[in-house]
C-alpha cells in the first residue's frame, strides 16, 4: 500500500506511538479522578501532552493547552468563546467546514476575504478591507484541499492593528511548518492531534490565549460542588473524562517530531510535492494545482479532463494508491479554486513517504488514463 492521505489522518506511525498508547491503556486510569497509581499515570500523560505541545509550539503556558477530541471540537469552542448572533466573522476563501458550520450555526455574518488560489496580496488586500468593524476572524494555515500556505503572520498583523481577535486552524500545518506561538497574535490556535503530530483519532489541542467559554458542561474532577464549570484551564473546558491513551500518544508523536527535526519534515514533504507535480505536469489531460512561489505544502490536487475523480481514486486505490477525492469537506476552498463542479483528486504526503512511491503513483495514474 502507498499512503498518500496523511492530510486526512496519518496512518502510518511511529512505533513510539503506538507503545505509548498501549502503555496508557494498560497502566492509567482516569486523570483527575483519584491519587493512586493508575489514575496519578493518566493525570501525567495529560501533562506530558500539554507540556510537549507547548514547548514544540513555543506556547508560554502548558495549563492553557486544552485537550480536545478533535481540531473540529478545539474551533468549535473557540468559536463560541468570540462569536455572538449577528456578528461579523472574516475568513479566508479556503475554510473547512469545521469554521463555515459553527460559525453558521451561530447566525454570524460571514465575509469571505481572499479566494483566488496562492495569491497573497489579493487575500492580504481583501483581509485588510474585511476586517475594520468585524467581530473576530478565522483562518486556515494552510488549505486542506490545495496546500496552500497562507501568510498567516502578515493576517495577524492585520487582524491586531484592526483590534480583531484571530483563531488559526493549524490542522494542515501543526508539525510540519514553522508554527511559533510567541511571535504570533492569536486568541485561539486549533489543531488534531492525529494528522502530522502523528498521534491517534480522538485526539486535539485548543491553544488558549483568549478568555474561554465551556461548550461541553460535566464533571472536571475539581470543584464538584460547584454547579458552573471550574473558572481555570484546562479543567473549563475539558468535561468528562479525558483520553489519557491519545494523550500518550500525542506526547510520543511531538517528541518524534522534535528528535527526527520538524524542518526536515517540512522540506521532505514539499520534495515530494513538486516531484509528484513536475511528474504529472508532463500530461496535458492534467490539471494540477500547485504553485510557482513557495507558499504551497505536502498537500497537492489534481484533476483529469475526461475522468471523474471519483473514478481516478477509486481506480488508484484498486492499484494500492491511497487518495482522496471530492471536495475534502472544504467547499468554500473548492469554490475559490473553480474546482466545485467536479472536486478534485487530492494525494497529501508524510515524512514515511518516498520518492519511489511518488514515481509509482504516477506511473499508475498515467496508466489508468
Known sequence: MIYLDSAATSFQKPQAVLKAAEKALKTASSPGRGA????????????????????????????????????THALNMAIQALAEEGCRAVVSGFEHNAVIRPLHA???????????LFDDDGLLDDFAKALPGAKLAVCTHVSNAFGYVLPIREISALCERNGVPLILDASQSAGVLDLDCSDLNAAFVAMPGHKSLLGIPGSGLLLC???????????SGTDSIAREMPPYLPDRLEAGTQNAPAAAALAAGIRF????????????????????????????EIEVFASSEQNQSGVL?????????????E???????????????????HESAGTLESGTVRMSFSPFNTHAEIEKSAAELIKII
Not at 517530531?257 to 517540512?266: D, L, M, P, S
Not at 490536487?301 to 481514486?313: K, M, P
Not at 492499484?319 to 476552498?333: D, N, W, Y
Open 106 to 116: 451561530c447566525k454570524a455574518q460571514i465575509r469571505v476575504a481572499g479566494k483566488r
Open 209 to 219: 490565549s483568549a478568555e474561554t467559554k465551556p461548550l461541553l458542561f460535566g464533571g
Open 36 to 71: 493512586y497509581p493508575a489514575a496519578m499515570r493518566a493525570s501525567a500523560f495529560m501533562l506530558e501532552a500539554r507540556e510537549t505541545a507547548a514547548s514544540l509550539f513555543r506556547f508560554p503556558d502548558p495549563e492553557r493547552v486544552v485537550l480536545t477530541m478533535n481540531a
Open 315 to 333: 481506480r488508484l486505490g484498486g492499484q494500492g494508491i491511497c487518495v482522496r477525492s471530492g471536495l475534502h469537506c472544504a467547499p468554500l476552498a
Open 257 to 284: 517530531i522534535t528528535a527526527y527535526g520538524r524542518e526536515k519534515i517540512e522540506i521532505h514533504e514539499k520534495q515530494l510535492c513538486r516531484h509528484m507535480t513536475e511528474l504529472l505536469a508532463k500530461r496535458r
Open 301 to 313: 490536487s489534481f484533476r483529469v479532463h475526461g475522468h471523474s475523480c471519483e473514478e481516478i481514486a
